[in-house]
């Protein structure tokens, strides 16, 4: 029970439901505010085509305001489409729905007296703001790095949207000073939490390096397969690089080990929902993305003594490796780097643990109990 004043919360998103980092972050603040006392309520505005089972036994409510898989919004490319009766009877249908869903997000805003919205997406805020709910106050938080922001329509979204919220929370300093940079008056820090933090840490004598994530193009898992065999080369050949997830990339992985020599070195485990097992048998993280945020992998695997070897990705992938001490960095695609990290620590088994007792240490801090008191602490200051 919150020690504070009890609120009601609306997190908003676009998918909350299926398996990623951003999705599993709200379900873990909802499920710990929740448990915190405060009536809390997770919003997906469209129903996930493959729905992950976050907490089972929920301390908030769930609703998705389209009922099923709806289709994008259709416009038409030609006077032809324009004039089919088919596809503008699609369009009125998908209009329709549409505002069904704005109406049924309407009313749970309006069965409050006051409250809390947190749009867990600029897109999921672009969605939402036409509607109106003065009684409510508004938070946007973004997942991703400044980085990838700048390179996608998030940056034109979050100037446009996020001044008008009360709050516009970022994942790193570095990343909330860009903002500020680019004029955003009410940018801050907010540190996603970590989910469990284990009382007891790896074992650091399984030789095995793993990555954690979708195996699609963006993770350029390949890269980091490459930087394994590298790393191999000369001796090592006890060790193993396991895949935890899956994806469309899967066969173009699994050629690539086979093109390597890797043979059953490379060991594909497809979704794992017990994450916590996972890190206790691994000894090193490796990440080898094209870009990344503030990725939760790196920050679970420090809680359970695990050291990382990464890419220096982004400000968000600073603040939880830190170089030589945690971990190491290696330049954004820089593959002979990246298998260097991974030969220093498969060659000396104390500086595993050494570098896992540190990062442990340093991810403390985002331990849900101390992020959630982050997040209460915030909403006090908006009501001042």
Same mark, same amino acid.
Not at 208 to 213: C, E, N, Q, S, Y
Not at 236 to 246: K, T
């Given at each position: ?172 300093? =570095? /990343?909330?000073? @860009?903002?500020?940079? %680019? !004029?955003?008056?009410? #940018? ?8 469990? $933090? ?46 935890? =997830? /899956?994806?469309? @990339?899967?066969?173009? %992985? !699994?050629?690539?080990? #086979? ?8 060991? $594909? ?46 400000? =968000? ?68």
């Amino acid at each position: 029970m919150s020690a504070g004043r009890t609120r009601n919360i609306f997190f908003v998103g676009i998918d909350v439901d299926s398996l990623g980092g951003s999705q599993r972050v709200i379900h873990t603040l909802a499920q710990g505010l929740g448990l915190r006392g405060h009536r809390v309520d997770v919003v997906g505005i469209r129903t996930s085509a493959d729905p992950f089972p976050y907490n089972p036994d929920r301390a908030y409510t769930h609703t998705n305001l389209y009922p099923d898989q709806s289709a994008p919004a259709w416009h038409a490319k030609s006077i032809g489409e324009r004039l089919s009766p088919a596809r503008n009877l699609e369009a009125r249908r998908s209009k329709a729905a549409r505002s069904e869903a704005r109406a049924r997000l309407s009313e749970r805003f309006a069965a409050v007296p006051d409250g809390f919205v947190i749009f867990g997406s600029p897109w999921a805020a672009d969605w939402t703001l036409s509607l109106s709910w003065p009684h409510l106050k508004s938070i946007g938080q973004y997942h991703e790095s400044f980085l990838q922001a700048k390179t996608s329509e998030n940056k034109g979204l979050i100037q446009r949207h996020y001044p008008k919220l009360d709050k516009a929370v970022f994942l790193s300093q =570095g /990343d909330a000073d @860009e903002f500020v940079r %680019l !004029r955003l008056p009410n #940018a801050g820090v907010m540190p996603n939490p970590l989910s469990f $933090f284990p009382d007891t840490v790896a074992d650091a004598g399984r030789r095995r390096v793993a990555a954690v994530g979708r195996l699609e193009a963006i993770k350029r898992t390949e890269r980091l397969i490459t930087a394994f065999a590298t790393a191999t080369r000369d001796g090592h050949q006890d060790w193993e690089l396991h895949l935890v =997830g /899956d994806g469309p @990339e899967e066969e173009f %992985l !699994r050629n690539k080990a #086979a093109e390597l020599g890797l043979g059953d070195r490379v060991v $594909f485990r497809g979704r794992i929902t017990d994450m916590p097992s996972l890190y206790e048998e691994i000894d090193i993280l490796g990440l080898s993305s094209e870009k990344e945020g503030r990725p939760m992998a790196l920050a679970e695997a420090a809680a359970f003594g695990v050291p990382a070897v990464s890419f220096d990705l982004s400000a =968000g992938v600073r603040d939880l490796v830190v170089d030589g001490e945690t971990g190491f960095l290696a330049p954004p695609g820089d593959v002979p780097g990246l298998a260097r990290g991974l030969r220093t620590l498969m060659d000396d088994e104390q500086l595993r643990r050494s570098f896992g007792k540190a990062a442990r240490e340093h991810v403390r801090p985002y331990a849900l109990p101390s992020v959630l008191d982050r997040w209460e602490a915030l909403f006090e200051e908006i009501d001042r």
